[in-house]
């Protein structure tokens, strides 16, 4: 996934700081995200009269979450205070949509009243982690995790934070920025930062960002001087392995795009290439340490091509057998692509429906490269779902399967059948002619291709 560097929670529906991942979702057999949705039963006394989850863990920026105001807060918080503090894992439902109804209170005077006159819930939500601290390091962390935020949430309010204040420093003093306990001590940092930060020595999380700095990016490594790698637990040989596969992608890329070199602009002379060791120490210090949504596999962060450091933030593919980065090759190549052939930012970038290009073409630069087969896409050809005219249009608004299958087999297409074509779009795109590039694709390409196209995706296998 490619993002400006501020393209944060906001996205996934919910605001700053909130990182911890919601509820999984359902999973379907390709092992994305499918909806869930929640509806009020007389059993389930917590949850709001209309809650609606919509929840694409992998799919940022589609992720969101609508709420109506309750209409009875102290009868709700009561409840909530009892489910928490009598709390089985068949309650899990139950008291994510109490933590939906914690996190969209504060929008509702009302809420914060009932707050201040029974603060009990503030002593429930404490009781409620330090009691499950077994959670973290499950599948059912975000249950402690929510919690954690949602008591530091409560730090905005000067007298509320009387009460939130000491409960949260007791929780910052029985986790430490690594281990298992670490998603809670770097939840209350988060919060009190966001919240609190004249007190931050209360807590010992002043310096936070530092301290996961120091403590969790422990190695240090240059490949080359374009490819720095801090990373939390590389050893020499896999450093090596992630160095040779970067260095010898850069020549598998410009044989592709036979680009002139750097567009006019770009000063991203080096990428640094962040690694954490599991997804979930992705998603307990990737979201604090550099202001992004960690509801997906990666993140290249280009920002202004002109001014910062690029960078991308990954970590490693746990679940396999053996030692990979996961979307290592594909996001290397969105470096490159900006680099190359994108000018300006992420955002001029998006001028004009682009995403066929950059997301298509990280896939197949990436597959090509690795000599692995796209299964997925592969499938999805036989299905001839989208003309190619028609893929042209995707944004990030399309579900995953158009963006990243379907922009492969598009990148595919064009590269193998039609490589002058490639060129012509490239070209524009290396000057920032938005429009010139729309008009080649809708214009001099349109409809023209689109039956050998339907012919082409018969033919792979």
């Known amino acids: 996934m490619r993002s400006l560097a501020l393209v944060v929670a906001l996205s996934a529906g919910l605001l700053v700081p909130v990182h911890a991942t919601a509820a999984p979702a359902g999973t379907s057999p390709s092992g994305r995200p499918e909806t869930v949705r929640v509806t009020g039963q007389p059993t389930s006394p917590l949850l709001p009269p209309a809650v609606a989850r919509d929840l694409h863990p992998g799919e940022a920026p589609d992720s969101t979450i609508h709420t109506a105001a309750v209409t009875d807060y102290p009868a709700e918080l009561r409840a909530l205070v009892r ?45 409620f982690v330090v009691r499950h601290q077994d959670l973290f390091g499950t599948d059912r962390q975000y249950q402690v995790q ?23 420093a007791d929780m910052a003093s029985r986790a430490d920025v690594v281990g298992r306990l670490a998603p809670m001590w770097v939840g209350v940092a988060e919060m009190v930062d966001w919240y609190d930060k004249a007190n931050c020595r209360r807590y010992g999380t002043c310096d936070f960002r530092a301290q996961i700095d120091r403590r969790v990016l422990t190695v240090r490594h240059t490949c080359s001087a374009s490819v720095k790698v801090r990373a939390q637990q590389l050893t ?107 000018h300006g930012d992420f955002e001029s970038n998006m001028t004009t429906p682009t995403v066929w290009w950059i997301e298509g073409f990280a896939e197949y630069l990436s597959y090509s490269y690795r000599g692995e087969v796209y299964a997925d896409a592969l499938a999805e050809a036989k299905k001839k779902t989208y003309a190619l005219s028609t893929l042209f249009d995707t944004t990030y608004d399309h579900d995953s399967t158009r963006v990243y299958n379907w922009g492969y087999l598009a990148v595919r297409y064009l590269v193998e059948k039609h490589p002058q074509d490639v060129a012509a779009v490239l070209a524009d795109y290396r000057v920032g002619d938005w429009a010139g590039a729309r008009d080649h694709l809708g214009r001099v390409i349109g409809s023209r291709y689109d039956s050998d196209w339907y012919g082409w995706l018969g033919t792979l296998s």
Do not use: K
């Open 83 to 127: 489910v928490l503090d009598n709390y089985t894992p068949s309650d899990d439902a139950t008291v994510h949509a109490g933590m939906l109804l914690l996190y969209y209170g504060h929008s509702y005077p009302e809420f914060v009243t009932a707050v201040r006159a029974d603060p009990e819930i503030l002593r429930a939500l404490w009781r």
């Open 146 to 168: 929510n919690a954690t935020r949602e008591l530091g949430r409560f730090l905005q309010y000067n007298d509320l934070a009387l009460h939130a204040r000491p409960l949260l």
């Open 236 to 342: 020499q040989a896999q450093l090596r392995q992630t160095c040779t596969s970067l260095a010898n992608q850069d020549a598998a890329f410009h044989r592709v795009v036979r680009d002139p070199g750097p567009v006019a602009g770009d000063n991203n002379t080096s990428l640094e290439v962040v690694v954490f060791n599991t997804s979930n120490d992705y998603r307990t210090y990737a979201g604090v340490l550099f202001d992004i949504s960690t509801n997906n596999g990666g993140m290249y962060l280009e920002g202004d091509p002109a001014l910062n450091q690029a960078r991308f933030i990954a970590h490693e593919a746990d679940w396999l057998p053996t030692f990979a980065i996961w979307n290592l090759n594909h996001e290397y190549t969105h470096y490159l692509d900006g680099r190359f052939d994108l």
